[in-house]
């Protein structure tokens, strides 16, 4: 991936995750719950505004005259995505590697915790012995007795959770990132295919005298 789309990518994931954070200080609760939409909404705002019509050709317009509608040709068709195997492909390739990005950036601070691993001590043991089995289902090999480990509120404090709550929290939200990455694949595809939709069949354009 090159390295601009790299950057841009890591600059929506930054921006989503700080709205989510608005989010969370507003509305209570972790800022993991409030990503999805947060992300959503900086992607939407990262879009550009204008759009080309494929099948007018160029219109020449006078100010001041009426408008009309352009009459319906056989040359458009609505709803129609006219690009090649190759092109799609390759559009295919792209949006599956911006996914992958998104995934890791996405999945960054927990790949991050996993790394560290957390020990398994009485302030973990606080918050139910289901919690932590669910924790070890989840994201097996997290959990340790290992004493040479950082336990739950270390880990909490180093990464920024404003309590062992809300690191607990975190972790049960994990979700396996297959289906993320796809959710991802999907967004940047259809965002992608959209530039090549032909337009409607019935297009409001300035009517000229010749």
Known sequence: MKTSRRAFLARLMTEAWALARQGAQKFGGNAQLYFAIALRLVWQDSRPRTVWHRGLGNQFVLPGIKKRLAPRTSKVKESIVDIDKKTLRAIKKECREMAREMTREHYKLYDDIWWDRIRIDSALYDHGKETIREINQRMPNLLTHDPTIS????????????????????????????????????????????????????????????
């Open 151 to 210: 336990p739950l509120d270390i880990v909490s404090e180093r990464y920024g959770f404003e309590s062992t709550s809300a690191l607990v929290e975190f972790l049960l939200a994990y979700t396996p990132r297959g289906p993320v990455e796809e959710r991802f694949f999907e967004q940047f595809l259809a965002e992608r295919l959209g530039a090549y939709e032909t337009p409607a069949t019935q297009t409001e354009v300035d009517e000229v005298p010749f």
